[in-house]
């Protein structure tokens, strides 16, 4: 049974980014298709940690975090759940005087961000938030940031883009994409034919080969974050943890579980799923009980992993293809899109109502990665590229 | 504790020393290799010939009545096993990867690798929630004969049992020769449907005729056998104070202290999941299963299945299957293997195998219970999630498959990983979504399987990995 669709939009990965962008752009009147290989959210939008901060972002990202910061009080009224967002502050901790000397440059650098940063010192610290063990020096404080559960929120952007009448379109992978005059013309599974004026790349980890085959390579890679999860526990963690210079980062959910990222989970056979590794698990949990002495007898239930993309940069790719018109990439967040996927969706309407934005972006460029990529002539590849993505 | 394996790959990996693990145990040690046995328990035995936990009096004929014989010979057998294999009781296998085994002994974690993985997990309980099924003094069946097995204890002063399945009646025949007040036997399926084991008659005669004395026991001893309940309530403010529920029409009513409950069992496949095994849609157990070939061999070379963590099929299958798989290892790594004895443990599974279907029909799953669950009946116990909130969930979010309700539910996240809640969860949503049980998958498993401290040690490599 072959299908046929035409909408104005057809975005590729339905993610928070993909599926915060389906909606911005039913709100301004566009017709959306969202294709999602698997189901909605359930990629590393809905699996990543689910630390909703600015703290601690490259300078060049602050004003786009700033402008999805506006959006994180208001999912309520957007997507009919809060998500269990909470303005909770974030506080990144320093183990010795070199990393406590970082966080000043930071807070220093970015002082005009308005990310109203505090530098806590041992004794501040202690007397704040003694549930913090020994060793930390000191931390910087992000009273605005805060975390949310991305189970709910990334699956609760697709529902209401679906309420909303965007055309969501689940276990739909797609096979091939290519420009013609006027448009394109996108080949996905389920025999489904689906033309559009726009497309939006937002696959995620998946997202290279559609760049490539319009002549846009790009070092995208595949990073796979690791989990572990305790039991609920007596309300006691009141701010999302980071370290600088990585680490561990820990937060506590509404439910009471403390939700405890660090290391890195390897791939499986099929390596669009990783798994931690038992080893790495076992060092972050030993990590949270010495850091917070209230984990000691705390038992972990669940570990988990997810794939994300990631450049080599850390910095996402945002905007226009540079080789085809109507074309506009959003991918590789590199572990932090959480927080800033819901401004992006914005950006994303905007650059295909107006062709630009007035939040800054040109930092994120995929013609950046020109030079340094072999790269075939622009638009060759548009049309010709079939490879399947699973 | 760890021996030195007698080649130079490591040794072959047995989770589980229940029956089947016993029995592969036994075959690969006859074949001269020398296999760890990782078991969570204190003694072998599994759940059905479980050990006391210290001598208590009672002999093997109180403890496991009609089947004391088969229990002493596997206790018997696997001790004379000792110093021909590796041996770790109340080890927890909490995740596998890549050839290697992260086990939990006495509060450190060991990694262990292997080389030929013989799972034999076994099964617990499966369960639909009903109102009170919380309530302190609701046990599952399994529970309940744990607690007179190991304990010596009985679940309450007035015990009633509900269910379906042959257990129910064992558990109920087991009290009642233990001495304990059994007020009385509800069964969900009609009685019609006991006529069924009239098929199995030419299959194992002397189970379905000791299945027949069992309940003729039960009823000399006047103890009421209802059969057709439905719409069960259990009632009690703090605990178990009463059992209601519908039969013929008829609302019926009996106070008690204590009740068993159970729909038959499900198999433990979190490990098979973890060691990448294929899974498939298995009607006869509404459920999604690793699969496996008539020998006992998984999709993922090296992994092997046996007993009831494969499917169903109790402990007699569990013997034969542990002894069948452990050929089946031995024959790929090229070593002498006994292929008649194979053909004919396989032929005695198959004949089990049809013997199950006809326990099936006797003793069917209440899928249609899962209608009447009240929303406000909770459903997923460790996360304290009630069946209207699962409802309202698939709705908001438009789910259809298990892993997304898990996601956007929190159902099957809590310490149990869906082991209780995940059957009920999957016939709920398969009903809200208006789609077959087999069409809403299964919840991935991810490690730990069970819990573990957040103080775990790592410990270094052991000699079993060299």
């Known amino acids: 049974m072959s299908r046929r669709l035409e909408v104005d939009v057809a975005i590729i990965g339905g993610g928070l980014v993909g599926s915060s962008a389906a909606l911005a752009l039913r709100g301004l009147g566009f017709s959306v298709a969202l294709l999602d290989k698997g189901f909605c959210g359930a990629q590393a939008s809905g699996v990543n940690y689910g630390g909703v901060r600015r703290q601690g972002r490259p300078i060049e990202q602050l004003p786009l975090s700033q402008r999805a910061h506006a959006v994180w009080p208001r999912l309520r009224a957007l997507i009919g759940i809060d998500g269990e967002f909470l303005r909770s502050g974030h506080l990144k901790l320093a183990r010795d005087e070199a990393d406590m000397a970082s966080l000043e440059a930071y807070a220093e650098a970015v002082a005009e961000q308005g990310l109203d ?143 405890v ?72 967040f590199t572990g932090a899109g959480f927080q800033i996927a819901p401004g992006v969706g914005e950006v994303l309407a905007e650059l295909v109502r107006d062709g630009e934005t007035q939040t800054p972006i040109a930092a994120f460029s995929i013609g950046r990665f020109r030079e340094t990529s072999a790269r075939t002539d622009a638009g060759s590849g548009a049309g010709q590229n079939q490879e399947p993505q699973h | 504790m760890t021996g ?47 050990q006391r936990l210290a001598p208590d009096g009672r002999s093997s004929r109180d403890l496991y009545g009609s089947e004391a014989a088969k229990a002493e010979t596997l206790h018997r057998d696997f001790a004379a096993l000792d110093g021909k294999l590796d041996y770790w009781p109340q080890a927890l296998l909490w995740n596998l990867r890549d050839g290697r085994a992260d086990i939990m002994i006495e509060g450190t974690s060991r990694q262990v690798a292997y080389d030929g993985l013989l799972l034999a997990t076994g099964a617990t309980d499966r369960t639909l929630p009903l109102p009170g099924w919380t309530l302190p003094g609701v046990f599952t069946l399994g529970g309940a004969q744990i607690a007179l097995k190991s304990q010596g204890c009985a679940i309450g002063s007035k015990v009633v049992f509900l269910g379906s399945g042959p257990l129910l009646y064992l558990v109920a025949w087991q009290y009642m020769k233990a001495g304990a007040k059994v007020a009385a036997v509800l069964d969900t399926a009609p009685f019609a449907a006991k006529f069924n084991l009239l098929r199995g008659l030419p299959l194992f005669p002397g189970i379905v005729l000791r299945g027949m004395r069992m309940t003729a026991e039960l009823k000399l001893a006047g103890i009421a056998l209802h059969y057709g309940v439905g719409d069960v309530r259990i009632e009690g403010a703090s605990k178990v104070e009463a059992i209601a529920w519908r039969q013929d029409g008829l609302e019926h009513r009996l106070t008690c202290d204590g009740i068993g409950y159970g729909l038959a069992l499900r198999s433990e496949t979190q490990l098979a999941d973890l060691a990448g095994c294929r899974f498939a849609f298995n009607a006869r157990d509404r459920a999604v299963l690793p699969e496996r070939d008539a020998a006992g061999r998984t999709s993922v070379p090296g992994v092997y299945l046996a007993g009831d963590g494969a499917g169903i099929a109790g402990a007699d299958a569990a013997e034969r299957a542990g002894e069948r798989v452990a050929l089946a290892l031995l024959q790929d790594r090229g070593l002498p293997h006994d292929a008649a004895r194979a053909a004919a443990l396989e032929a005695e599974l198959a004949r089990i195998s049809r013997f199950r279907e006809v326990l099936e029909a006797a003793f069917p799953f209440p899928a249609h219970w899962v209608r009447d669950i009240a929303d406000a009946t909770t459903l997923c116990r460790c996360e304290e999630i009630t069946a209207g909130e699962v409802r309202a969930a698939i709705n908001r979010f438009g789910v259809h498959e298990l892993n997304r309700l898990k996601a956007v539910s929190r159902v099957g996240m809590g310490r149990c990983q869906g082991r209780i809640c995940a059957a009920a969860a999957a016939e709920l949503l398969a009903h809200e979504a208006g789609r077959g049980i087999e069409a809403v998958g299964r919840l991935r498993s991810q490690a730990p399987v069970k819990p573990v401290p957040l103080t775990l040690a790592l410990t270094a490599q052991q000699e079993a990995a060299e």
């Not at chain 1, 610290?125 to 991305?150: K, M, Q």
């Open chain 1, 117 to 259: 940063l505090e530098l806590i010192g041992h004794n501040g610290l202690r007397e704040r938030f003694g549930w913090i063990g020994d060793g930390i020096v000191g931390a910087s404080f992000c009273p605005g940031d805060g975390h949310a559960n991305p189970r709910l929120v990334s699956t609760g952007f697709a529902a209401a883009a679906r309420r909303a009448g965007v055309e969501v379109l689940e276990n739909t992978a797609v096979e091939g994409v290519t420009r013609d005059g006027g448009g394109f013309a996108l080949e996905a599974a389920g025999n489904l034919t689906l033309r559009s004026r726009f497309v939006v790349n937002s696959a995620g980890a998946w997202a290279a080969p559609f760049a490539e085959s319009f002549g846009e390579p790009v070092p995208l890679s595949r990073i796979y974050p690791s989990m572990v999860v305790t039991e609920p526990m007596e309300p006691v963690m009141s701010v999302n943890i980071g370290m600088e210079g990585g680490g561990i980062y820990a937060r506590q959910v509404e439910r009471g579980n403390i939700v």
């Open chain 1, 261 to 332: 990222g660090g290391e890195r989970a390897l791939p499986l056979n099929d390596p669009d799923l990783s798994r931690p590794r038992g080893d790495g698990a076992i060092a972050i949990m030993n990590n949270a009980a010495a850091l917070f002495p209230g984990l000691r007898h705390a038992q972990a239930i669940r570990f988990w992993s997810g794939t994300e993309g990631a450049m080599p940069d850390k910095n996402p790719v945002i905007g226009p293809s540079e080789t085809t018109h109507g074309l506009i990439h959003a991918f590789g």
């Open chain 2, 4 to 50: 030195h394996p007698t080649s130079e790959r490591p040794q072959p990996l047995i989770v589980g020393a229940g029956p089947a693990g016993i029995r592969a145990a036994e075959a690969l040690v006859a074949a001269g290799l020398r296999p760890l046995v990782v078991d969570e328990a204190p003694a072998c035995g599994g759940q059905i010939y479980r």
